[in-house]
């Protein structure tokens, strides 16, 4: 059973330190990533770069077998790596790890990705997650009718949705 979901920026360093956890404490964790923010944003050729690298030092330090949330919150949405979504992008390179997506309001593209690589079979968690700042679950009545109507077919396509309080 997970008991704790730490939240860590994909960096070289934290990636290292995930390998020097014990068996033990690796069972019991689900660690929640978040893309590394960069000054200036992101070219296309950098974010690919760095996406690169965060799978590789995944698969060297936390392994194959463990699942692991993945999000792209700091990210420009704006941006498009090999003519696709910087979010679908990442996830398509996590393809063969056990990453569970993340979905918000207001993030109608990353979204989307989410959806269409769940359906075509690039996405095989049966679990997302919901993220939720601060203001969307202070205010849970005035925000219900746009989480059905942004996430509805997203949620339709999974089993379980976590929600994640992001209170920053």
């Given amino acids: ?37 960069k000054k200036p944003e992101y070219s296309a050729d950098g974010y690919a770069a760095t996406t690169r690298n965060i799978v590789s030092s995944l698969k060297k330090h936390w392994g194959t077998d463990l699942e692991f949330y993945f999000d792209d919150l700091d990210i420009s949405q ?14 398509t390179a996590l393809k063969d790890l056990h990453v569970i997506p993340v979905v918000a309001l207001d993030r109608t593209t990353h979204n989307t990705v989410v959806d269409h690589l769940k ?33 509805a077919n997203v949620f339709n396509q999974f089993e379980t949705i976590d929600l994640v309080l992001d209170c920053q």
């Fill in 1 to 37: 059973m997970i008991r704790y979901i730490p939240f860590l920026k994909a960096k070289r360093g934290e990636l290292t330190a995930m390998g020097d956890l014990s068996p033990e404490v690796k069972n019991a964790i689900c660690p929640f990533f978040d893309f590394p923010r």
């Fill in 78 to 91: 704006k941006l498009t790596v090999g003519g696709q979504h910087q979010y679908a992008h990442l996830l």
């Fill in 119 to 151: 359906r075509s079979g690039v996405i095989t968690s049966s679990v997302a997650a919901f993220r939720a700042d601060q203001a969307s679950f202070e205010d849970f009545d005035a925000n219900a009718d746009q989480i059905d109507y942004d996430l």
